[in-house]
C-alpha cells in the first residue's frame, strides 16, 4: 500500500512539474531546446524555433495563444544553433548566455552591474527580463529584451536614443522569412537636425515621420484618433523615444518591419477568424517616400503630377521638370534679398520639411520665431513647435526644404520665405480678397434691405387697399339701407294718400 501511495505521489509531483508552466529561471536551472518559459498570463513563449523552412534553432519569443507562430524576437540572430543542442542560462553574475552543446557561446548579455540572487524571467509586457530575486521592486531590470528589439516592436517599448548611456534601440526587419539576420530596413530615431521617426533602406532614407509637435508627428496628422492605440513621443535632456499603448489591454497588435515589401506594418488579431488583420502601413502612399519632388518641392497625391513647386517658387531645369525628372527640384520666383527685406507666406496642411537641417527652441513664441528667422539670411521656414493649446515654440529651417507633403486635412502650417515684392503681393491679394468680400456682402445686405422695403411697402400698400375696400363696401352697404328705406317710405306715402 505505501510502495503504490509514494509511486503516486511520484508521479503526480513529475506530471506537475511537466505540465506546470514555469515564466522563470535561475542560476541552477537552464532552458533546453524543447522547453519553453511562459508568461504568467499564459500570452507568450520563450523557446527555440526554426523559421519557415530552415533548419537552424533560434532563441526567441513568440504568442502563445494563438494558433500561428509569429515570432516577436530573437535572441541569436547572426549566429543561428545547427542543431538542437542549444542551452539557454542564467550566470550567478546575472550574465544570460546561450550555449551549443554546453560548450560554445553563440549569444550573450553584457551585464556588468552585481546582481545577489539573479533571475531571468519572461514577463506579460512580452519582455525578457533580468533582475534580483530579492528586490521587493519588480521593475529594477539589470538586462531587458526591450532594450534589444528585433523587426518588431511591441507595447510599451522604448524605439530611440538613451542619452545618458548612448544605448540606441533600433528596429531592424529579418532578412527574409527564413532568415532571422538583420536585414537593411531599419526604423528608429535621427538626431540629424532634430529627431524624428526614420524607416531606411539601407543608407537611403526612404520614409520619415516629420517633427513632433505636440499632438503628433507632422507627417501621420491621422493616427491620433485610431481606436486601438495611444502614442508618445518624449525629448528631453536624457532620452529621446518613441513609445504606444494600446486602448484595450485583450487587443492583440503588433508593429513589425517587412523587408519584402520596405513598409512598417500594424497588425492586430482577429479572433473571429484567427489572423492578422493589417491596420496601418508606412509608407502608405506615393508622398510619404522621401524626396520625391526634389528640393522646395511640394508632393500632393491629389493632383498631377503629384510633385508641384511650392508656392511662388519655380522648376529649376524646367524641360527635366515637365519630363516628370523632379530631382533638381525647384527655386524662388523672384530672388530673395536679405539686406532690403524678405518676407514670408503660409502654406498650410502639410508635412514639415526634412529635420536634417532645423533648430528649435522651446520657450519662443511664434512672432519671435518669424522676427528670428527674418534675421538669419539662410533661414527659409518656420512655424510652431508645438500645435496644442494655441501653439508654442519654434523650429526653423535652413536652406533648400526638402520632402514636404501636402494633405487635405489636418497638417501643419508652414511660413516660407520669400522676396519681399512677393510677400507683398500676398498681402495684396488678401486685401484685394477682402475689399471683394466685403463688396459682396455690402451688396447682399443691400439687395436684402431693398426685398425687405419693397415687401414692407407692398405689405402697407395692400393693407391701406384693404382698409379702402372695408370703408367703400360699408358706404355702399350705407348707401343702399337709405335707398330701401326710401323706397319702403315712398310705398307707404302712396299708400296712404290711397286711403
Known sequence: MGFYFYSAC????????????IDTISPSESLSDGRTLISSDGSFALGFFS???SKNRYLGIWYNNIPIQNVVWVANRVNPVNDSTGLLKIETSGKIVLRVQNTTAVWSTNTT???????????DSRNLVVRDGNDSNPENYYWQSFDYPSDTMLPGMKIGIDLRTGLHRILAAWKSWDDPSPGDLTYGVELEGNPEMVLRKGVEKYYRSGLWNGDGFSGSPNLRSNPIFDYDFAWNETEVYYIYFLKNKSVMSRFVLNQTESVRQRYTWNPETQTWKLFSIMPSDYCDRCGLCGPNGNCDNNKLPACQCLTRFKPKLLERWNSSDWSDGCIHSKPLNCQTGDGFIKIG???TPDTTNSWVNKTMNLKECRAKCLRNCYCMAYTNLDVTRGGSGCAMWFGDLDDIKQFESDGQDLYIRVSASEAEQKKRAKVKLGIILGTVIAALLGFVLVICYIHRSRRTLKDKVEDKNVNDNENENKDEDEDMELAVKAVLDQFIRGH
Open 51 to 53: 523559421p519557415g523552412t
Open 10 to 21: 511520484c508521479l503526480f509531483i513529475i506530471f506537475s512539474k511537466a505540465t506546470t508552466a
Open 113 to 123: 552591474a552585481s546582481v545577489q540572487n539573479p533571475v531571468l524571467q519572461l514577463l
Open 349 to 351: 496642411k502639410v508635412k
